[in-house]
């Protein structure tokens, strides 16, 4: 589905992402871990077109991405859920959803993929009209999701979702990664939270400089002396 191949990123000088190869199959949910600074967020930020690459191929159902603009690739079927969640923070709950079905012009289907946001997000109904801004981080988190599903994504990119959750809330968000794959959404995850992600992927790669080091099925991974010392405590 999502190919990934030979992929060179540099920040100025900086070499960032270098010969990288991975590839994301229909249904999975496949996660990159890697310390910070390991090149995961440059990663999907190539991905989804917020980066050029210096080389290499982007593929999604074997389209070309690296040609085109980041809008242009939400209307291919792919979306991020941001690190630090980026919600539209002077706009309503409501009003952000509708800002994640930018790509789409069916009216009535829109507002009934808001009311389905709401069933599988209770307490976005209940704070439809409040601003965005105000609700606490893992609401925060519940709306950045949504609002990336707005836009009916074959595959989901998401960094770093529980990042400053507290605990209770982390399990929640994992909860809800696992339910969105469930409904069909294929979901690329980065996460500091390695043991959680592991524990929730089909496959993974480790990251480390900006190179792919391991790879290999969630279960392998978990069971491998290097991962487990250095990501896993």
Known sequence: MLTVTDLDVFYG??????????????????????????????????????????????????????????????????AQVPEGRRVFSQMTVYENLIMGAFSRTDKAEIEENI??????????????????????????????????????????????PSMGLAPILVDEIFSIIEETNSFGTTILLVEQNAHK????????????????IIEGSAKELLDDDRVRQAYLG
């Open 115 to 160: 009311e389905k946001m709401y069933l599988r997000f209770p307490r976005l109904k209940e704070r439809r009209k409040q601003m965005a801004g105000t609700m606490s981080g893992g609401e925060q988190q519940m709306l950045a999701i949504a609002r990336a599903l707005m836009s009916k994504p074959e595959i989901l990119l998401m960094d770093e």
């Open 197 to 212: 992600a592991l524990t929730i992927s089909n496959r993974a790669y480790v990251l480390e400089t900006g190179k792919v």
């Open 13 to 78: 000088a900086i070499h960032a992402i270098k010969s990288m190869d991975f590839k994301v199959n229909k249904g999975e949910i496949v996660s990159l871990i890697g310390a910070n600074g390991a090149g995961k967020t440059t990663t999907l930020h190539a991905i989804s077109g917020l980066i050029k690459p210096k080389k290499g191929s982007i593929k999604l159902h074997d389209e070309e991405l690296t040609t085109l603009a980041a809008d242009q690739i939400v209307y291919k079927g792919l």
